[in-house]
């Protein structure tokens, strides 16, 4: 009987899409596992991008598809789907590589081929190919409309609100101390920025100028801040 690497991936943006889980990924596998008879010895890994193949657990997995065929244990790597793998061309062509030269196979469920053979790893590169077009064409738009929206004076990304308290606190304090002087007084009382983390030099210039645009009624006018910052 045949032992396969069943590897699973998931990115932190994927975790919660439906269909992409790695449940989901595993239940595929373990399927199509048991209608040709294989064994799997699964690995995964979790919250991390296919842009590069430096992820721990498929570097563990081609570790031990890189002995020699006698002495290696398993037959070869199964993914649910092809991008599970990489979504990098020359990446995957690396690994297809390695695949021919070590003797032992890479199956894509999702495209119902199997590397082993001339036609599987033809289907195999065109599909990368695909995938890789469709990523840069993808960034390649998001960045055309984060551009768009800057000329049009419109925030892009996620907004953080400031507690009104630590805001009254902040504009308080900036009244007669410094940036660096602020930023330490506010970590000294416990309070954080919109974020949660701790106040920087940064991060207080920053909240002080959204906090005194927004604010109806400011506590402080600009004339009453000390110029050393």
Not at 2 to 14: C, D, F, K, N, Q
Request: net charge positive.
């Amino acid at each position: 009987m045949a032992t396969m690497i069943g590897y699973l991936r998931v990115s932190t943006e994927e975790q919660a899409s439906s269909g992409l889980g790695l449940d989901a990924q595993r239940d595929t596998i373990q399927r199509y596992a048991d209608a040709h008879g294989w064994d799997v010895a699964w690995y995964e890994d979790a919250g991390l991008s296919a842009k590069s193949l430096a992820r721990p657990q498929l570097q563990a997995a081609l570790d031990r598809l890189g002995v020699s065929p006698k002495r290696r244990d398993v037959d070869g790597i199964v993914v649910a789907k092809l991008d599970r793998l990489s979504r990098s061309v020359a990446d995957f062509a690396g690994m297809l590589e390695l695949a021919r030269s070590r003797r032992w196979a890479l199956v894509a469920i999702d495209l119902g081929v199997d590397t082993s053979t001339p036609t599987g790893e033809l289907v195999a590169n065109v599909m990368m190919s695909v995938a890789q077009w469709e990523r840069r064409i993808i960034g390649e738009r998001t960045s055309a409309a984060m551009q768009a929206a800057k000329r049009a004076g419109r925030h892009m990304g996620r907004v953080s609100v400031l507690p009104e308290a630590t805001a009254d606190r902040l504009l308080e304090l900036r009244a007669t101390r410094t940036l660096a002087a602020t930023a330490d007084a506010l970590n000294a009382e416990g309070l954080t920025t919109a974020t949660g983390v701790p106040w920087t030099e940064n991060a207080v210039c920053k909240a002080h100028k959204r906090v005194a645009q927004t604010s109806p009624t400011p506590r402080h006018s600009s004339k009453d801040l000390p110029l050393t910052i």
